[in-house]
């Protein structure tokens, strides 16, 4: 957990070298050195539960350095999506880098590809608005059509309408 932990750092510092603007890379380097900061309490506590053997507040101890290590490494992932979002700088010409950026701009593309699929098959309307559930949408005269039940569609293409009614009259 530990060393996954400054893969993460190490992931946030190089974004937040790169990040274009200026409050997300602050965001990501408070993010990180907190990560940092943690994932080396939790190797101290490790070791120190090592030699100490089974102790139960020793194990709690290092339960809860865990959890805030998981959370930790939420902050900087929402933080480093954040910096995506906003845009990277060119990385140099380290492989390391490189990749980082490369996963990135994975991400952003599959980011944008979701959003546009989501803004086709929306639960809001055009204003942002949650539609109504069990909502229908309008008919339209094709849907009419599409809809009438089998025995209608074997009406007369011209009946002659009784007095009063109207031939629309008799697909309702």
Request: contains cysteine; proline residues 5%.
């Amino acid at each position: 957990m530990v060393s996954d932990g400054q893969v993460v750092v190490k992931f946030g510092n190089i974004l937040a070298k790169h990040c274009l603007d200026q409050r997300c890379s602050m965001e990501l380097l408070r993010a990180t050195e907190h990560t940092q900061s943690i994932s080396s309490q939790l190797g101290i506590v490790a070791r120190v539960k090592a030699v100490t053997g089974e102790s139960r507040a020793s194990s709690e101890l290092l339960l809860s350095n865990v959890q805030n290590l998981i959370q930790a490494v939420q902050h900087v992932l929402r933080a480093a999506e954040a910096a995506c979002v906003k845009g990277l700088g060119q990385p140099p010409a380290d492989p390391e880098e490189e990749e980082v950026a490369a996963f990135c701009q994975q991400w952003r593309k599959t980011l944008t590809q979701h959003r546009a699929k989501e803004a086709l098959n929306s639960t809001r309307d055009e204003l942002g608005l949650r539609k109504t559930r069990g909502a229908k949408a309008e008919p339209t005269l094709m849907s009419l059509v599409q809809e009438q039940p089998p025995w209608s569609r074997n009406i007369p293409k011209h009946p002659s309408p009784r007095k009063g009614h109207t031939v629309m009259d008799r697909h309702l």
